[in-house]
């Protein structure tokens, strides 16, 4: 059975694979009236111009210090091996140890 939503905008039931949905959750039976929405909508979701919700969070990272230099060092990722940035010296990673769980 096809699901069917109702336009937010002139309530005419559309079929959902065809409604256009706007980003806030609404869906509407043609272009013209999610465009409508899209201009009016005070949603964070529906505001072109809101940043805050497409921010990426980087992890900031794994610091070590080198056994032979006592250089502080910083990884950006787990890795299996690092390389001191002072002496160039290698080692293996033990256990990564996370200070915020
Ligand atoms: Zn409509
Ligand atoms: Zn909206
Ligand atoms: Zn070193």
């Known amino acids: 059975m096809e699901i069917q939503v109702n336009c937010a905008e002139c309530d005419t039931p559309v079929a ?3 409604a256009w949905a706007s980003l806030c959750g609404e ?5 013209e009236h999610w465009s409508m ?6 949603a964070p979701e529906c505001d072109p111009d809101n940043d805050e919700m497409t921010v990426n969070l ?3 990272g794994y610091d070590w210090t080198c056994p ?3 250089t502080k060092n910083h990884e950006i990722e787990v890795v299996a091996e690092v390389c001191c940035s002072k002496c160039k010296a290698e ?3 033990g256990d990564t140890i996370h200070a915020y769980p």
Request: hydrophobic share 45%.
């Open 27 to 31: 869906f509407f039976c043609s272009e």
């Open 37 to 42: 929405h899209m201009q009016n909508c005070s």
């Open 68 to 70: 032979g230099c006592s």
């Open 16 to 18: 959902k694979v065809a």
């Open 91 to 93: 080692f293996l990673v």
């Open 58 to 60: 980087i992890a900031s």
